[in-house]
């Protein structure tokens, strides 16, 4: 089945630990995104792609980073210069304009 | 002025209740619009797509309003299962999708 994974669903990070989401998506959609979503608040943009070797920040961009090596596959990278990152993590993809979502990742700092 | 506006409720209705939403945005060159369902705890799912010319599927109705910038969404004989958060979200050719920040429905027997 077409469909875009995000993994792992829960994730606990250390203090000064980076840690990197995965996102990947088999509907041959050019463009990805990664949002953040904190409890009762919407969902705010921390970087986008709209093809592959290409990325943009989005509203949230520091103390993340990205790649976009392969067309199917966005991960995100959560730094330690990120100082507040527990948060609902949203990947998605579109072709054109309707996104589609992961079940998104759920990072915790312990 | 943010680019996508929503108010954010709650909407407290009863069953069978007609309820309306109102969305409007900034950028007059935005191209693509729709309303998504977020269910709590969970990622967003599309609703339905907007178009200038209206649309409808079911209970759930859609306009465009492009000269005065918003779009809408009414839904009608609300159903306890439609208790969720509805977001709008606006698209232009070439840049990211821009999400608000929901509006809360909850029906209420």
């Known amino acids: 089945d077409g469909g875009i994974t995000q993994s792992p669903k829960y994730l606990f990070r250390k203090e000064g630990q980076n840690v990197t989401l995965s996102c990947e998506q088999n509907?041959?959609?050019?463009?990805m995104y990664w949002y953040r979503q904190d409890p009762g608040q919407g969902l705010r943009l921390i970087y986008y792609?709209?093809?592959?070797?290409?990325?943009q920040k989005g509203d949230i961009a520091e103390g993340y980073s990205v790649s976009r090596e392969k067309k199917e596959s966005f991960p995100l990278t959560v730094t330690s210069a990120q100082k507040n990152p527990t948060a609902f993590y949203l990947c998605a993809s579109s072709h054109p304009g309707q996104a589609f979502f992961g079940q998104g990742t759920r990072l915790t700092v312990v | 002025r943010k680019e996508v506006e929503q108010d954010p409720g709650p909407f407290n209705v009863p069953e069978g209740a007609t309820v309306a939403f109102n969305c409007t945005y900034s950028?007059?060159?935005?191209?693509?619009f729709f309303w998504y369902r977020q269910d709590c705890r969970k990622e967003p799912k599309l609703l339905m797509s907007v178009y200038s010319s209206g649309n409808e599927d079911g209970r759930f109705t859609a306009q465009l309003n492009r000269a005065s910038q918003y779009i809408s969404l009414l839904i009608r004989d609300s159903k306890l299962s439609d208790s969720a958060t509805y977001l709008c979200?606006?698209?232009?050719?070439?840049?990211?999708?821009?999400f608000g920040k929901g509006t809360t429905l909850s029906v209420s027997s």
């Open positions: 979200v606006v698209n232009q050719a070439g840049t990211a999708l821009i």
């Open positions: 509907l041959n959609h050019d463009a």
């Open positions: 950028n007059s060159a935005s191209q693509s």
């Open positions: 792609s709209q093809i592959v070797n290409d990325f």
